[in-house]
């Protein structure tokens, strides 16, 4: 299986400053007959399901604000949030779709500095 | 707009059983993997399996194989998950969602709770 491994488990960011959040998985997600790498990131508030923000590691999701921002390849991703607004608190996590069990890394926790 | 509501959460004792069901709108739902994903009390989102649209390939967690089976119904546009053997660690928010572009999960239902308690 894919171990996704996200850092840092928790980070607090002044309003407007950036925020950053990175995720290595344990081998590459990058798929040769597309060249793009299968990996995810979704944005989760307490009640609400699941929200998808990025896809094929840059790829922003239809509607998704662009201060969100993905980047990344192999093995190595990061999520880049360019000017934190109070409604971006919650808990981001990646996911990598290359190979089953699709497994998600263990999340970070991102809260107002 | 695409729609889609799971149902069938319950409390359940441990060793039971227990059927969800996630019903689909607002695309052609035959044409889609769809995926169920499980987030327990307190804890990170955790894969649990996830079907093609034709129903030819299924996959599941380690967790969860041989316990839980993962079907669709293309004629009425439900998903499901069969869960038997339930136990105390399989105890969380249950979502489906639609797959897109190789399996990234572009639409999510609104989650079923399921409990196994005695």
């Known amino acids: 299986d894919i171990v996704m491994t996200q850092s840092p488990d928790s980070l607090a960011v002044s309003l407007g400053e950036r925020a950053t959040i990175n995720c290595k998985s344990s081998?590459?997600?990058?798929?040769?007959?597309?060249?793009?790498?299968?990996l995810a990131w979704y944005q989760k508030k307490p009640g609400q399901p699941p929200k998808l923000l990025i896809y094929?590691?840059?790829t922003r999701e239809s509607g998704v604000p662009d201060r969100f921002s993905g980047s990344g390849s192999g093995t190595d991703f990061t999520l880049t949030i360019s000017s934190l607004q109070a409604e971006d608190v919650a808990v981001y996590y990646c996911?990598?779709?290359?190979?089953?069990?699709?497994?998600f890394g263990q999340g970070t926790k991102l809260e107002i500095k | 707009e695409v729609q889609l509501l799971e149902s069938g959460g319950d409390l359940v004792q441990p060793g039971g059983s227990l059927r969800l069901s996630c019903a689909a709108s607002g695309f052609t739902f035959s044409t889609y993997a769809m995926t169920w994903v499980r987030q327990p009390p307190g804890k990170g989102l955790e894969w649990v399996s996830v079907?093609?649209?034709?129903?030819?390939?299924?996959y599941y967690a380690d967790s969860v194989q041989g316990r839980f089976t993962i079907s669709r119904d293309n004629s009425k546009n439900t998903l499901y998950l069969q869960m038997n053997s339930l136990r105390a660690d399989d105890t969380a928010i249950y979502y489906c969602a639609r797959n897109l572009y190789g399996g990234s999960l572009h639409n999510w239902g609104q989650g079923t709770l399921v409990t196994v308690s005695s």
């Open positions: 094929w590691a840059s």
């Open positions: 079907i093609s649209g034709s129903s030819d390939n299924t």
């Open positions: 081998q590459s997600v990058l798929y040769s007959s597309n060249n793009k790498n299968q």
């Open positions: 996911q990598q779709y290359f190979s089953t069990p699709r497994t």
